[in-house]
């Protein structure tokens, strides 16, 4: 079965330090989401994306987060400057088509551990 | 933003049927019911989503009222890797309605 994958499934990175957590998504799909879950919390929606730029996005992510599809497989999350407060799970996702066609759903990778020390 | 609410917890015993309610009384017409789960933060699961007709698949049936108000997840016979929170989730039909909004979801336990 196709499956969103993710790396690095946990990284340890300086406060300050730029890092990029980096998504395969399922090969069909058009639409790319982040969503982030700090431990204990909720998850939380960070972006989406499609045909190559953002769509929407929420208030979590500033102008330390960015997002790009490099090619055509790859979708990556990059936090400028980390903050020990970025420590948490993120996790990429796709989806086939828009929200609310019937059948169409979200599926989501296994994360990526993000810890800020 | 979750448009659902969930008990926080449930107990169920091992073999036995898992029911799990949530209530979105704002529910819109065009809006589906989704259910995931999450098993120790790994990374979402989908389950199962309908509309407005009962709906059952290989992992669970999923019960919708007929007001659409309220809606069931029913895991047929629960086993205790079915352990993890599960999360009522309201999509929104629109041209940039892509996310999901997750609430805090109901913790199961299965019990052996």
């Known amino acids: 079965e196709p499956e969103v994958t993710q790396t690095p499934s946990h990284q340890v990175t300086q406060m300050g330090q730029e890092v990029i957590l980096r998504c395969v998504p399922i090969?069909?799909?058009?639409?790319f989401y982040w969503y982030r879950q700090i431990l204990g919390q909720k998850v939380e929606f960070l972006v989406s994306f499609y045909n190559n730029e953002i769509s929407e996005k929420s208030e979590i992510f500033d102008d330390q987060f960015s997002v790009e599809r490099p090619d055509g497989s790859n979708f990556t999350l990059k936090i400028r400057s980390t903050k020990l407060e970025d420590s948490a799970m993120y996790f990429c996702?796709?989806?086939?088509?828009?929200?609310?066609?019937?059948?169409?759903?979200?599926?989501f990778g296994e994360g990526s551990w993000l810890t800020v020390v | 933003d979750a448009k659902t609410t969930q008990p926080t917890s449930m107990d169920c015993a091992e073999g036995r049927a898992a029911n799990l309610p949530c209530n979105h009384s704002?529910?819109?017409?065009?809006?589906?019911v989704y259910w995931y789960r999450q098993i120790h933060s790994q990374g979402p699961q989908y389950i199962i989503h309908?509309?407005?007709n009962n709906e059952t698949n290989e992992m669970a049936s999923l019960i919708i009222t007929e007001d659409r108000k309220s809606s069931t997840l029913i895991l047929p016979h629960a086993t205790l890797r079915d352990t993890a929170v599960y999360y009522c989730i309201v999509r929104v039909w629109g041209d940039t309605g892509n996310q999901f909004y997750f609430g805090t979801g109901t913790s199961l336990t299965v019990i052996p």
């Open positions: 309908g509309l407005k």
């Open positions: 996702a796709s989806s086939l088509d828009l929200a609310g066609n019937s059948g169409n759903t979200i599926y």
């Open positions: 704002t529910i819109s017409g065009n809006e589906y």
């Open positions: 090969s069909n799909h058009l639409y």
